[in-house]
């Protein structure tokens, strides 16, 4: 299973608690990770990624394994530690405003 | 037995405020979706319980909510929000062309009649409508691919289509206004536009009465008179007899006439009311005194209502949707400030009451009168 974590404010946005798992099948990347969360959450549909182009929001981040993933393109592997499950992908909202 | 139901916006979630209708003491529940800006929440008037929140956030982006219970549980609605048809520009501050894009849902206006019918207003400028109770929405485009819309630009807080008014007596009929770009009129329930704004005067332009580039702040309407309207302007309160064929200015006495709401007392449609802020530049009330004006006259001939509001060091201000009326007998008025206050008055303005005072900066208020 692979383990997804949200921020607050999408964790109660969708009903769920800090940890998301999700059955991804191979390859494990940021596209097949967010089809995954949004396919089970659709209430996070357009809230990490645009719905048309599956870019990225400016202000969303994507953290595994202590390296910062957010300008890899969508079909990029993840980390083999995130596929196999053993670490999180962190969805985070970037750190602006004070 | 009758009561009130206040819906609340604000920075950081929303409120719903209720009392029955001596409208003396309130029940606060809330925040619903903390931490998001709620720029609206508003009910349907064909079914109380049915309500919609307008949720967004600058990392997250649009969210629609839905309620069936009047505000006790939510669900998410659709957020798809896709323009119709290729999006050119508008202009930029500088007066540069700047492509038009989505950035969220400022104004939510429910059918009259049927409770999955729902417009919603967006920034960049467009007007968006859902037959299905917020799953899915559509562009209505006529009024973004208006021959105009090119010449538009944003004021301070956007290029936002913050006002839809509905005509009670004629379905086809209904106003928005666009910050800056004035009052809009359709005739054919949305799919055609023309610009309804002759009469203003805008210093802010080259050309002071131009047909479009108004900052329209709101404006408002009786449903017993929907020929009648009342608006805020940037600068200016002004009055239209005549559907928004035209426009007179109606400030007379008030002390400033920058100011972002304007109402209309749902028993008499000739008593207005509007929160005069200082400037544009100073977003807060004149000589720290929190002043409602009402005329009684329709315009022109003002008065300050002040009994239990801060007279003193006070230097809030109240945004384009953050006041509104209920349907009793007196008139209850409400409004919200940026400092996170909600008012309220159960005798037409006469005196009023601090319903909740530390709340997040206030976003809008719309007012439900429950049977």
Same mark, same amino acid.
């Given at each position: 299973m692979i383990q997804v974590i949200l921020p607050r404010n999408l964790q109660i946005l969708a009903g769920v608690g800090r940890v998301v798992e999700l059955e991804v %099948? %191979? !390859?494990?990347t940021q596209r097949t990770v967010l089809d995954a969360l949004e396919a089970a959450h !659709? %209430?996070?549909?357009?809230?990490?990624?645009?719905?048309?182009?599956k870019q990225r929001r400016p202000m969303i981040r994507f953290f595994a394994c202590e390296e910062d993933h957010s300008d890899e393109t969508v079909d990029t592997p993840l980390p083999d530690e995130v596929a196999s499950g053993k670490e999180p992908l962190l969805i985070i909202g970037a750190i602006a405003g004070g | 037995m009758s009561g009130v139901r206040v819906l609340v916006g604000t920075r950081k979630g929303a409120f719903v405020l209720s009392s029955d209708a001596g409208r003396k003491s309130w029940k606060v529940d809330g925040p619903h979706f903390a931490g998001w800006e709620i720029y609206h929440v508003k009910g349907s008037p064909a079914d109380p319980d049915r309500l919609y929140a307008s949720q967004t956030s600058g990392w997250f982006g649009q969210v629609l909510q839905r309620s069936n219970d009047g505000g006790k549980t939510w669900e998410a609605a659709g957020n798809d929000f896709r323009y119709d048809g290729p999006t050119g520009t508008h202009q930029w501050y500088d007066g540069s062309p700047h492509p038009w894009e989505f950035k969220r849902v400022w104004h939510l206006e429910p059918s009259l009649n049927d409770p999955d019918k729902i417009y919603a207003g967006a920034e960049d400028a467009a007007l968006f409508e859902s037959g299905d109770g917020g799953q899915t929405w559509a562009e209505l485009p006529g009024l973004r691919t208006h021959a105009t819309a090119s010449g538009w630009a944003p004021g301070a807080g956007g290029l936002c289509l913050h006002t839809i008014v509905l005509d009670p007596t004629n379905a086809d009929r209904m106003y928005i206004a666009i910050s800056a770009a004035g009052v809009f009129r359709s005739d054919d329930a949305g799919k055609t536009w023309r610009p309804a704004n002759k009469g203003l005067r805008s210093n802010t332009m080259p050309d002071e009465d131009a047909e479009v580039g108004h900052c329209v702040h709101r404006i408002a309407m009786h449903p017993s008179r929907p020929d009648v309207l009342f608006m805020q302007k940037h600068w200016d309160v002004m009055r239209t007899d005549d559907g928004a064929e035209s426009w007179r200015e109606?400030? &007379?006495?008030?002390?400033? #006439?920058? &100011?972002f709401v304007v109402d209309v007392n749902a028993n008499e449609p000739d008593t207005v009311y509007v929160i005069p802020i200082t400037s544009d530049s100073h977003h807060f009330v004149p000589d720290g005194k929190l002043r409602v004006y009402r005329s009684k006259a329709g315009g022109d001939d003002w008065e300050a209502l002040t009994k239990g509001l801060p007279q003193k060091d006070c230097y809030v201000n109240v945004l384009r949707d953050a006041m509104d009326v209920d349907a009793l007998d007196p008139c209850g008025i409400y409004f919200g400030t940026s400092g996170g206050q909600v008012y309220g008055s159960a005798d037409g303005g006469d005196t009023w009451n601090?319903?909740?005072? #530390?709340?997040?900066?206030?976003l809008s208020v719309e007012v439900q009168t429950l049977e």
């Open positions: %099948a %191979a !390859p494990v !659709p %209430a996070l549909l357009g809230t990490v990624r645009d719905r048309v182009t | 109606i400030s &007379g006495n008030l002390p400033t #006439d920058f &100011g601090a319903i909740v005072r #530390d709340l997040p900066g206030v």
